[in-house]
């Protein structure tokens, strides 16, 4: 049995969850509404104040999207009552981000600044200027923007210099050493 697909999902006071046909889950909470279309083999069903994926049969496929659907369910409640966010550093000499209006502009060492606009239902907040946080409802919209901005400028492992996650550890490698 699927030890996180038959969790049950508990729904927090103010937030509505909608069950459609073709298995659309619709979660409006106090930070917005998130819908997805949820694979159809899983049954998901409201009862009460709680949420409760089942699956159909044991066979493979079925186990794998088991997990998947609840985790799915559970990110879209967490997303309109916390949200989410991820944090980023910049680190290097002349390395700075700069923001106007949702255009987000990062000098990274190269010929020119790298300007990058926030996509819809995704923010960027700045804290001084090496300090990005991408705050969103979306788990997925909010990790993969927060990619798409380390992906300008991966840290390098000899100095450390790019752009990171603030959780992420740098494997550092020693440099060239001098012939004697």
Known sequence: MSRIGRLPI??????????????????????????????????????????????????????SLHGLTRTLVNNMVVGVTDGYQKVLEVNGVGYRAAKAGNKLTLSLGYSHPVEMTDPEGVETVLEGQNKITVKGIDKEKVGQYAAEIRDKRRPEPYKGKGIKYADEVIRRKVGKTGKK
């Not at 909470?29 to 994926?53: A, H, N, Q, R």
């Open 10 to 63: 508990a729904i927090p006071a103010g937030v509505t969850v909608d069950i459609a046909e073709n298995n659309v889950v619709t979660v409006k909470g106090p930070k917005g509404t998130l819908s997805k279309e949820l694979p159809t083999e899983m049954e998901i069903k409201k009862e009460g104040e709680e949420i409760i994926v089942t699956r159909p049969n044991d066979l493979k496929r079925m186990k």
